[in-house]
């Protein structure tokens, strides 16, 4: 065969496999779309979608893999490459670090002992993140967030305003852990255009196909794996991958990393990035959530993947793992 009809094949064994799953999972209706944010409990809760997107840019998709849902906390790893690319490691290590919590995402705790917030995907270290957001006035916040968006898109994404005002209406738990950092003097005294902009970048909104995308440029080291731009930098990517294997997944982080394996982010709108170094990424959309706020099937969807394809980074046996 020749290196395309390989390429080809290969492909569509991956999407019958996604395919296959897909249709094993659908029955799986455990767990409620999240309602502490109103405007979320309105989503159809049996939308379902597993899309990849490879390194090279081949991509797979299969279900509501074109439906758009809000990214919610999947923005915490976009913004917080942003904020070491704008600010370097140092600066950004003084405000928020990089343990693990075990705490569930929205409390109201800080690490006291550096006072600092703890890592960046729990919400008071993404909102120490946003903080770092250069930008005269909101708008031109918003412009920035949404054109490092743009980039790892490769189209301008739009921002759910009815989400982004329910977030504002009901976001009192966020102000509070932002008025807490403010006391403490880790992030500006500007706390609520912070919090809008905060509030705004949880709300744009992807598609599972958008956020494949996202993975696998991460996945490569920065590359857009289509348009070819470098969306961020190298070594950044190392860092992000790293909090995203530790932290990515909510306090069942540990768990995660023991079973699956797969650097990987969730969000409460249903989503979840999984990257695999040098190879590509896995997206799940499903709106069901379970206790710690990550998404049902898509958790059953990438126990599977990693069991199944030896998709653990740290396999023995892993045939992902990417070179370059
Ligand atoms: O802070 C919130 O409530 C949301 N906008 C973020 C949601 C999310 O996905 C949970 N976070 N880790």
Request: aromatic share 8%.
């Amino acid at each position: 065969m020749t290196d395309t009809s390989t390429r080809q094949a290969r492909i569509a064994w991956f999407e019958r496999i996604c395919g296959d799953l897909h249709e094993r999972f659908v029955p799986l209706t455990d767990g409620e779309p999240a309602s502490y944010i109103p405007e979320l409990a309105t989503v159809d809760p049996d939308r379902f979608a597993i899309a990849a997107v490879t390194t090279d840019g081949e991509r797979v998709g299969v279900g509501d893999h074109d439906h758009a849902f809000t990214i919610q906390s999947i923005s915490k790893l976009l913004l917080y490459g942003l904020a070491l690319e704008t600010h370097g490691r140092d600066h950004v290590l003084e405000r928020v670090g990089v343990a693990p919590t075990g705490d569930s995402f929205n409390a109201i705790a800080l690490d006291d002992d550096r006072n600092r917030a703890p890592n960046p995907m729990v919400n008071a270290g993404a909102i120490a993140i946003t903080d770092l957001v250069v930008g005269a006035t909101l708008d031109d916040r918003v412009e920035a967030v949404r054109s490092m968006y743009e980039r790892y898109l490769g189209h301008r994404p739009e921002v759910d305003r009815e989400v982004w005002t329910s977030e504002r209406a009901t976001g009192n738990r966020n102000r509070a852990i932002a008025y807490l950092m403010l006391s403490r003097g880790i992030i500006d005294d500007r706390v609520e255009q912070t919090l809008d902009l905060y509030f705004a970048q949880c709300s744009v909104l992807i598609t599972a196909d958008d956020l494949a995308t996202i993975g696998a440029t991460i996945a490569n080291h920065g590359v857009h794996p289509v348009t070819g731009e470098r969306v961020v930098r190298r070594d950044v990517t190392r860092d992000m991958l790293t909090v995203a294997l530790t932290c990515g997944m909510y306090d069942y982080a540990g768990e995660w990393a023991y079973t699956v394996g797969i650097p990987a982010k969730s969000g409460v709108g249903g989503g979840i990035v999984g990257m695999i170094p040098g190879a590509g990424a896995i997206a799940v959309y499903s709106p069901r959530l379970d206790a710690f706020g990550n998404s049902v099937r898509g958790l059953r969807v990438f126990e599977e993947l990693s069991d199944e394809f030896e998709m653990h980074v740290f396999d023995p046996d892993s045939p992902w793992r990417g070179t370059d």
